[in-house]
């Protein structure tokens, strides 16, 4: 017996990260200390998602490829740049007004400068080139190889520092990027390196997942719930309008610029490598995880279905663009062989007619005339007087009109 336990995780979005840290909240939520209760290996798995995330980001960077064709330069740094830009005007503007601390009370408590840089800041890789990939753009998709710069929470201390909120101090910051450089490092030294570290990325997410979840509490997620949608919407939409801008000043359609609109599943541990690094954020560190997976999940929901209604208005509009064109069924073609071609709809709906009945395009349906395949009514007058049939009349129930 087989239980299909990764497919299950893998129809829930971003689920291989959601369901193993939804897994840990609930483990901790229940009995605080259960990694120190049992210790030694299965304690470090409840303690140890800053060391899984560095194994992570050296794989991640190895998967970077800087030998990038001039496409991939400007169409993945114009959508990694703006995001970045549109990050840091979100982060000065709610920097002013919040600080480092989150909300404490009313409708909008537990929200924090933290959550909405980070929500921001991390495109979900897997969402766009699935997009990108099932709209035959192989070209947009190769434009993440320089997207996933934005993984880790480099960019998100950046921006915190460039909004005027607690900086960091700069070993911190190089100890950031360090293991995704040494990734990169690696993996364009040796394309074997690049072939054995890759496919250790995805292993890694549920476990880092589950290592983030052990330090939530459920209590803060009910409480963030629909802060949580809102902060997913206020992405879609302000991430989406800008990166379309974006990708249509570079000459694309902005159908790479809606599918980058979402929050990566790892952003969620974003929250807790930066307060790591700068105590200042211990306090909205907690529900920040919160509403950056929440934004995960209503993004990786909503993304596919913009960018397949701007899919389809594409394809309407250079359906447009081409002109009419007559719709003639499958078996009419054969019908129509030798006959001249007819440019209305109705002539389009005599010849299915007649692919179905036997019957020539435009013949009258009375008994049948003996008309030749493509004549003209004059030149069937002039061949059959009377309108006679070379073999007789046709009986009147054989009269392709009654089928009709």
Not at 180 to 202: H, I, K, S, Y
Not at 327 to 341: K, L, Q, S
Not at 367 to 376: M, R, V
Request: proline share 7%; hydrophobic share 50%.
């Amino acid at each position: 017996m087989s239980i299909p336990i990764k497919a299950s995780l893998e129809r829930v979005p971003g689920g291989m990260m959601l369901v193993p840290l939804f897994i840990g909240a609930v483990i901790n939520t229940a009995h605080e200390g259960t990694g120190e209760f049992f210790g030694s290996f299965t304690g470090a798995l409840f303690s140890g998602s800053l060391t899984i995330l560095a194994v992570f980001y050296v794989c991640m960077g190895a998967t970077i490829d800087l030998r990038t064709t001039p496409f991939i330069l400007k169409k993945g740094g114009t959508l990694l740049v703006t995001k970045a830009a549109v990050a840091v005007v979100v982060g000065v503007v709610l920097g002013h007004f919040l600080g480092e601390d989150p909300v404490h009370g009313g409708a909008f408590a537990g929200l924090s400068t933290l959550a909405v840089v980070a929500a921001m800041n991390d495109t979900n890789g897997g969402l766009y080139m699935a997009l990108m990939g099932q709209f035959n753009r192989s070209k947009d998709a190769a434009a993440y190889s320089l997207m996933s710069l934005e993984s880790g929470p480099f960019l998100t201390m950046v921006t915190l520092g460039v909004a005027g909120l607690s900086a960091f101090p700069w070993q911190t910051m190089l100890g950031a990027i360090l293991p995704l450089v040494l990734g990169m490092v690696l993996g364009n030294l040796d394309p074997e390196m690049r072939r054995f570290l890759a496919p250790a990325v995805p292993v890694c997410i549920p476990f880092f997942g589950f290592a983030l979840g052990t330090g939530i509490d459920l209590g803060t997620v009910w409480t963030a719930g629909l802060l949580g949608i809102g902060l997913g919407l206020f992405v879609l939409v302000v991430s989406g309008s800008t990166l379309f801008v974006a990708d249509r000043l570079v000459g694309g359609s902005g159908l790479a610029g809606l599918a980058a609109a979402s929050t990566a599943g790892n952003a969620a541990a974003v929250p807790a490598l930066v307060a790591a690094a700068n105590p200042d954020y211990e306090a909205a560190a907690d529900k920040a995880t919160v509403l950056v997976a929440a934004s995960v999940v209503v993004t990786s929901l909503l993304v596919p279905v913009v960018t397949l209604a701007y899919h389809r208005r594409l394809e309407r509009r250079a359906e447009r663009a081409q002109g009419p064109r007559a719709v003639v069924a499958p078996g009419a073609r054969d019908a129509e062989a030798g006959a001249p071609a007819s440019g209305t709809p109705r002539d389009a709906r005599n010849a299915q007619s007649a692919a179905r009945t036997g019957d020539q395009p435009g013949a009258p349906s009375a008994p049948d005339t003996g008309a030749e395949p493509g004549a003209s009514p004059d030149a069937n007058a002039a061949a059959h007087p009377g309108g006679a049939h070379p073999g007789g009349p046709r009986p009147a129930a054989d009269a392709p009109g009654e089928h009709r």
